[in-house]
């Protein structure tokens, strides 16, 4: 039996994988989970006026199937939807609006960009549907030692292939036109990953399924989720920063030392599996490995730097062409890619708990806005965006992988039962895709520790899921 097993990192990814471990090691198994800042990670609130309101990871797909059962699991509810509408700004003039009527809508996309908009939705539904195929494996319990693996599972080497070319590239492919990319492509991509329709297709089209699905977000906060699974695991929290971990062998089964520094001082504790959930990049983490043979390489990629200030003002609606603020109708602003923009998106946030009696503030009043931009608004930026405001809070984080493709994507299995989270991201950067890869990396784990072989990197899983059914 496995005695005790860490976690690095109490973000979802980590909260994530200690639910799993212990959903298949059982709860024997003592957790403990190293965290330096706080639980959550990335999933992080903000206070404005005593109403907390969401920093980062704010919506998620209706399709997300492991963070539904999350919600269920921890008794967490749906945060109420409040309606608004989108449009996308170029700089001088909106080139896309959303209005209340759907058709119309509809109409709109097609009147101007014909059946582009079909062929993007077909290839975003063609990738989700052979996506979705993965809850499958996950429940009878296949596991996959590789993103590349995991990946051909789904779709072949297209999916793999989908790592290594740009989303512009895919989209001009299936027969989407260049102002289509431009366009709307272009502004979805800035406002979830602050970069280009250079970010590879799969990445791409993860973000296009949630900007034209339905999504939800948590009552209270996304982050209650990293806390209800923590706590439903009962793992124990140890609140220190992970320097390194040392490789030690003990009746020929690898032992992994992991070495802490706390407010306490400098510490270390021996487990038999490691689960590291916090990015291994160099430019992020001055982590070390230890008295490994061969020595564990140092994972190539970089982060983008991006900016989220949540403002509480008013919108100087007349920058966007409305000089009655009154008038103004968008909750939410994209950008196309425009070399003056100096921001990627903005939307009017409502806060994370929402009551039956809440409203959106009208337009000519001050509202809080999340402004996402690729580096700190100044004073004269502040001041194109909003007539005048109360407060500015600005937080600032590598957040996604810089995507430049043709990159190999980063491992899963650094050792024998010593595993690594993040590299994920490189595939594609969402909560969901952090569950599923918590769910690979337990039952990686358990198929690995138990020998199950069968249960590992198996190929034409369609078919054998189909028969053991």
């Not at 230890?290 to 003002?313: M, R």
């Amino acid at each position: 039996p496995l005695s005790p097993a860490a976690v690095v990192g109490a973000g979802l990814g980590g909260s994530a994988s200690a639910y799993f471990l212990q959903q298949h090691f059982g709860p024997q198994v003592q957790l403990d989970v190293y965290e330096a800042a706080g639980v959550g990670g990335r999933l992080a609130t903000v206070t404005v006026n005593k109403q907390q309101y969401e920093s980062r990871g704010a919506s998620i797909h209706a399709l997300s199937l492991h963070m539904q059962d999350f919600v269920k699991i921890l008794g967490l509810k749906h945060r109420r939807e409040v309606a608004g509408k989108s449009a996308i700004f170029s700089g001088e003039h909106f080139v896309l609006e959303e209005t209340d009527w759907y058709l119309l809508n509809l109409f709109r996309l097609w009147w101007h960009y014909g059946i582009s908009f079909l062929r993007l939705q077909m290839w975003v539904e063609e990738v989700m549907e052979k996506f979705m195929r993965i809850y499958k494996y996950q429940a009878h319990g296949y596991a996959f030692s590789s993103l590349e693996e995991l990946l051909r599972s789904l779709g072949g080497e297209a999916f793999v292939n989908m790592t290594q070319r740009s989303v512009a590239e895919s989209l001009l492919e299936v027969g989407v036109t260049q102002r289509f990319v431009d366009d709307v492509i272009a502004a979805v991509l800035r406002s979830s990953y602050g970069q280009s329709v250079l970010v590879p297709a799969f990445a791409g089209a993860m973000s296009l399924a949630g900007a034209q699905g339905s999504t939800w977000a948590v009552e209270g906060g996304n982050k209650l989720v990293c806390s209800g699974l923590l706590k439903l695991t009962k793992a124990n929290v140890i609140s220190a920063r992970v320097t390194g971990i040392s490789l030690h062998s003990s009746e020929g089964r690898a032992l992994y030392q992991v070495h802490y520094e706390s407010t306490e001082g400098q510490g270390s504790a021996f487990y038999d599996l490691v689960v590291v959930t916090t990015p291994l990049q160099p430019s992020r983490s001055n982590f070390t490995f230890d008295n490994f043979d061969p020595p564990i390489a140092d994972l190539p990629g970089a982060f983008q730097p991006s900016v989220t200030s949540v403002v509480h003002g008013y919108l100087n609606s007349s920058y966007f062409g409305f000089p009655d603020p009154k008038l103004f109708p968008f909750t939410s602003i994209l950008t196309t890619d425009t070399p003056e923009l100096f921001f990627h998106a903005m939307d009017n946030i409502c806060p994370v708990n929402i009551s039956a009696a809440f409203r959106r503030k009208q337009p000519q009043e001050a509202a809080v806005w999340r402004v996402l931009s690729p580096r700190p608004l100044d004073k004269p930026q502040l001041k194109t965006l909003f007539r005048s405001y109360y407060s500015v809070q600005v937080a600032e984080w590598p957040t996604y992988p810089r995507y430049d493709a043709a990159k190999a994507l980063p491992p899963v299995v650094l050792h024998e039962s010593l595993f690594y989270l993040s590299g994920v991201e490189w595939v594609a950067s969402s909560m969901e895709m952090t569950a599923v890869a918590a769910k690979n990396v337990a039952l990686l784990a358990y198929n690995r520790w138990y020998q199950q072989l069968d249960k590992i990197d198996q190929k034409d899983l369609m078919h054998k899921v189909k028969t053991e059914l």
